[in-house]
């Protein structure tokens, strides 16, 4: 039994109060646990502020980018003793554990490759330089700096190597130091890569710092430089983005919050096609991978009415083929959901979806003596227009199919009625349905999906978040932004339009000196 410790002020703290049990989830066996409580918040922020962020932008963009190459290094390294854990603590199974971890190491890879690209120094030129005066003598040039505050990064429990990866990968290229608070449920995985970085030594001191336990009053000690990226539900992230300093001091704050994702089946798509191939391989895999427990996971299923049948029949034989398990057992392809709280939510939320539609595969019903199971459950509604279908997040492996018209305005109404999202995936080879709904739906999403024959194959679903696209949503989705390349810097830089005599501002912040 391990009892996970914060790493703040260079050394690992024990917690304090009441302990919370981790659990294995396929077993109910308990593991370790974290306390709550003992971090010295303000010392953490000034060991951040005053060692750690100075220490990083005495580095430049490709020195940081060189460290970002060794940190994926290190996780690619202990790949398969995280794999494990994220087995015990998580309820992963290999693939799921796999998906999280090379999903961190990739990421931080990604931004390795783009930070050696990027200039000697720690400013970054926006754009093209601009005439302000009556002569071209006056200068204008937008430039990004690193912002001397810390990086408050909040991960949620179902992507603890990914979501701390991707974050850490932004703000310690960008030259800010981070803390990260791991979600406390699947914490024993955060808390093992932590120690894995702090032992290597690739970062400065006080460029890294970890919370196991609660982030409590910390979001109050936080300051104008300062930036909280969140990852979790809209409950909580509504309650981050109102906490009063956060707002007094106009923090910035990005939330990555939860998603009703639709996936749209054209009416043109013809059973036994590539196209329907895809959309029936990409939608089981949404609802099985890590149980369903991912923020982009399919949660809606729009089928026209007249194919509502035969998508039905064959997304039940594909899930009927899951074998559920203890994600140890390399046989099993889905594992239980992550804790008993879990458990208790996605059963409560089947039956409010089974209020309005037919359970027509699995249900909330116990299917295991012990563990945290839940069966796949696909669901079809009998009232397409019903509220909770297009509100309630059942965070597992359910989704429900929603019979529409096959009209692209159909199409499009029903996904938006989701009150924006992550990712929606339309699935056509008609480029009239296709552009309609894109046309139609963009505003409302971080993300589309184009799914068609031409694409079948060529690349990860819907599901999968790529550094190189931005990844968030608008309304319910959380209002954020993270990824999508350099942009995935922009909430740790600061752009200032610097003013002046041509001949300084576009040689010194320029793109191309030689413009003066
Ligand atoms: P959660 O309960 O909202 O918790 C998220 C994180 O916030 C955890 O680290 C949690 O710590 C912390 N937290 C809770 N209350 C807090 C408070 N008052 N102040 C500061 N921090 C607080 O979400 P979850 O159950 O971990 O994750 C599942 C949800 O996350 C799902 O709804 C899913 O859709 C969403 N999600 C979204 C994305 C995305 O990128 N958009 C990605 C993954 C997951 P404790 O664990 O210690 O309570």
Known sequence: MIALQSYVGGQWVAGT??????????TEAVLGEVRPAGVDFGAALRHAREVGGPALRALTFPQRAEKLKLLSALLHEHRDALIEIAGRNGGNTRGDAKFDLDGASGTLAFYAGLGKALPDGNLLPDGDGVQLGRTPRFWGQHV????????????????????MGEKIACALLAGVPVIEKAG????????????????????????????????????????????????????????????????????????EADSINPAVLGPDVESGGDTFEQFLANVAVDMTQKAGQKCTAVRRILVPQAMVGEVQEALVERLRAVKVGNPLDDSVRMGPVASRDQLRDVRAGIDQLAAVADVVLGGKQPIAEKGYFVAATLLRARDAEAAVLHELEVFGPCATIVPYDGSAARAVGLCNRGGGGLVASVYSDDRAFVEAV?????????????????????????????PASIHGGPGRAGGGEELGGLRGLHPYLQRTAVQGDRAVVAKAFGLDGSTA
């Open 144 to 163: 990004y700096t690193p912002r001397p505050g810390v990086a408050l990064h909040i991960n949620a429990f179902n992507f603890p190597a990914w979501g």
């Open 17 to 26: 109060g009441t302990p919370v049990p981790l659990h294995d989830p396929a």
């Open 184 to 255: 406390t449920p699947s914490a024993m995985l955060a808390h093992r890569i932590a120690q894995l970085v702090v032992d290597s030594g690739i970062l400065p001191e006080g460029a890294f710092q970890f919370v196991a336990g609660s982030a409590s009053g910390l979001l109050d000690l936080l300051g104008p430089m300062d930036a909280v990226a969140f990852t979790g539900s809209s409950r909580t992230g509504a309650l981050i983005r109102g906490n009063p300093n956060l707002v007094a001091r106009n923090v910035r704050v990005n939330i």
């Open 438 to 466: 894109v046309q139609g739906i963009a505003p409302w999403h971080g993300r589309v999906w184009l799914g068609s024959e031409k694409t079948h194959g060529q690349a990860l679903g819907p599901g999968a978040v790529l």
